[in-house]
């Protein structure tokens, strides 16, 4: 069909003014971006907010942040964040203006209880909370310069020795039988044997209450037949001649001429610690203490403290004990061992 010129005129027309409209409208939202400082990537979100969602992605539980961008490099302002309230964008009875603040209360409860059980969480039964590690020690403890050089004249010196008050320098079995018959005898239970005592003296008082003597499974009267024991032990430790066994007190005198650091370990505090060593008479061999007051939980701590004090590392330390839990204790440290056989065990 052939068009009159009136009508090529008025689509020409048409035509033109289309154009002019279009090139009117992308100048106009050039104009405003450039001068909000949006950019080129502020224009290509506002084209592509336009473009209609399906009914899919209106059912879709949105994050918290909203309807996520569509170009990468894209970064809203804070002022054009679309609110994660905005109807038609989340399902019906979903709440998710409330999970920011949900996940931010357990985010800080969590953060309390990590704070709380740190302590724990970095407790190690052979370092515990604030000890190096035996390779640590070996390191931080090992002899350089001028040390290293003297120790190639006196090789002996670069040891130490550690001994156990209750295992070999002083029989404690009749203290450890007196305390426990005479709580005994106040509480009207069952008198110990000796095999018993011996038993009981290889762990816990509350653990041999109630595995040992079978005096109870209660556990508040185990720990109160557990304190009482400690305040008659203590008062029996303090009437008793300590003696020095004589195979040990030769061991003394040779490492002390040998310029042997000695330490003695012990349970007790550190005063009554040093009335039973004057009573022994070897309080001349200046000797370190690792005592109660140091807060020692296991073994193993006690001989890592030892070895501080003693200036040694753990490597370079002879244990001497007769209890087999202060073997594997060796073991842990890298410590070498002294097992004293007296009872032919």
């Not at 039964?125 to 006196?154: F, Q």
């Not at 070999?168 to 110990?192: C, F, G, Q, Y």
């Not at 610690?273 to 005592?291: H, P, R």
Request: glycine share 4%.
């Amino acid at each position: 069909m052939r068009l009159s010129s009136c009508n090529l005129a008025f689509l020409s027309l048409g035509v033109v003014l289309l154009f002019d409209v279009l090139c009117e409208g992308y100048v106009n939202v050039a104009h405003h971006a450039a001068l909000s400082g949006v950019g080129r990537a502020q224009i290509k979100k506002s084209v592509a907010s336009k473009r209609p969602r399906s009914s899919s992605v209106r059912n879709v539980f949105l994050p918290p942040g909203g309807i996520p961008p569509v170009d990468d490099d894209f970064e809203e302002s804070p002022k054009k964040q679309r609110s994660p309230a905005s109807p038609g964008l989340i399902r019906p009875g979903a709440c998710p203006v409330s999970l920011p603040p949900c996940r931010s209360e357990a985010g800080r409860r969590q953060s309390e209880w990590d704070d709380r059980n740190s302590p724990i969480r970095d407790y190690h039964p052979v370092t515990g909370s604030n000890l190096a590690s035996p390779d640590e020690l070996n390191e931080l403890l090992r002899p350089t310069g001028l040390d290293r050089h003297r120790l190639k004249l006196h090789p002996d010196e670069a040891f130490g020795a550690i001994f156990r008050f209750e295992g070999v320098l002083s029989d404690t079995l009749p203290i450890h039988k007196s305390a426990w018959t005479k709580v005994a005898e106040e509480m009207n239970l069952r008198i110990p044997e000796e095999n018993d005592v011996k038993m009981a003296m290889t762990m816990p008082a509350e653990k041999a209450i109630q595995r040992v003597m079978y005096w109870t499974q209660d556990w508040g009267d185990t720990k109160r037949i557990a304190f009482r024991k400690a305040e008659l032990f203590f008062e029996c430790w303090q009437q008793y001649d300590h003696a020095c066994l004589e195979e040990t007190k030769e061991w003394l005198e040779k490492l002390y001429k040998a310029s042997i650091p000695i330490c003695v370990c012990s349970e007790m505090d550190v005063n009554s610690l040093n009335v039973s060593l004057t009573k022994m008479g070897i309080s001349q061999y200046s000797i370190a203490m690792v005592t109660a007051e140091d807060d020692c939980d296991t073994r193993a701590q006690m001989y890592l403290s030892a070895a501080l004090k003693l200036n040694r590392p753990p490597q370079f330390c002879v244990i001497f004990d007769d209890d087999p839990e202060s073997i594997s204790s060796a073991h842990d440290i890298s410590a070498q061992f002294l097992a004293d056989t007296r009872d032919g065990s």
